[in-house]
C-alpha cells in the first residue's frame, strides 16, 4: 500500500484513488476524470538534467626537511608557512517540472425525424452528433501524450422507457434508433453519453480512471393522426 499512498500525494487530494500513473526514468504522467473534465498531468524530477561539478582539490606540497642552523652568538628562528589549500564546494542543479491540463469533451446535440409532430404508433428516427471516437495529442513539459475515448449512449425517452446502444445513431434511410409514442403529448427525451478510454504514453498503454458523463435534451411532441371517413 505505501507505493498507492505515495503516488496520492504526488497527483493531489482531488485524484481518485485508484489512478495510476505512467512513470519512467524521465516523468510520471497520468489521466483521469474529474467533474466530468479530463485531467492530464505531468511531472518531471530530473529526467538525467543534472549537473553537476566536482570537487577540486588543490595537491599538497612534497614534505621537504629541514635541519636547524648552527647555533650562533644571536640565534634566529626560522619560520615556515603552510600553504592554504583551497576546496572548490560542489555545485548541483535540478530540474523540477509539472503541469496539469484540462480537456473537455464534445456535448452531445439531439435531432430527430419527422421533425414536426410525429405521430403516435409511428417509428419516430433519433440520433445525436457525437464521433464514436474522441482523441487527442497533448504535449506537456516535452512529454507526449495519446488520448483515446469512446462514448456509450443511454436514451431516456420520457415515458419510462430507456435504450442503451454504443452507436450515435443516424438520420433516415441509415436510421438505427427508433422509438414509438403510444401516447399522444409532450415529451422531455434525455441522452446520457458516458466516456471512457485510455491514454498512451512512451509506448505503453494505460486505462484513464473514471468516466465522464455528460447529458443532453430535447423535446419533442407527438400527436394523434386524423382520423377521416370517406364514402
Not at 37 to 42: C, G, K, L, P, V
Not at 66 to 73: D, G, I, S
Not at 137 to 144: P, S
Not at 187 to 216: D, E, M, Q
Amino acid at each position: 500500500m505505501k507505493p498507492l499512498l505515495i503516488l496520492i500525494l504526488f497527483i493531489s487530494l482531488s485524484t481518485p484513488a485508484s489512478a495510476i500513473a505512467d512513470c519512467s526514468t524521465t516523468a510520471c504522467v497520468d489521466v483521469f476524470t474529474h467533474n466530468n473534465q479530463i485531467i492530464i498531468t505531468a511531472k518531471k524530477t530530473d529526467g538525467g538534467a543534472l549537473a553537476k561539478k566536482g570537487t577540486v582539490v588543490a595537491p599538497k606540497p612534497k614534505p621537504t626537511l629541514w635541519f636547524p642552523p648552527k647555533p650562533k652568538a644571536a640565534p634566529t628562528v626560522k619560520r615556515t608557512y603552510k600553504p592554504r589549500v583551497r576546496i572548490k564546494k560542489v555545485v548541483t542543479q535540478s530540474v523540477n517540472l509539472s503541469d496539469r491540463l484540462i480537456k473537455m469533451v464534445p456535448t452531445a446535440t439531439i435531432a430527430y425525424q419527422p421533425e414536426f409532430e410525429p405521430l403516435v404508433h409511428v417509428p419516430v428516427i433519433f440520433w445525436c452528433d457525437l464521433p464514436t471516437l474522441f482523441q487527442s495529442r497533448v504535449d506537456i513539459i516535452g512529454e507526449v501524450i495519446d488520448v483515446a475515448l469512446r462514448p456509450g449512449f443511454a436514451w431516456q425517452w420520457g415515458d419510462g422507457q430507456i435504450f442503451q446502444t454504443n452507436e450515435p445513431g443516424a438520420p433516415y434511410p441509415n436510421q438505427k434508433i427508433t422509438h414509438t409514442y403510444k401516447q399522444p403529448g409532450t415529451y422531455n427525451v434525455t441522452l446520457v453519453a458516458t466516456w471512457n478510454g485510455n491514454f498512451k504514453h512512451n509506448g505503453a498503454t494505460r486505462a484513464i480512471t473514471g468516466t465522464i458523463k455528460i447529458p443532453s435534451f430535447a423535446v419533442i411532441t407527438v400527436v394523434s393522426a386524423n382520423s377521416r371517413f370517406t364514402k
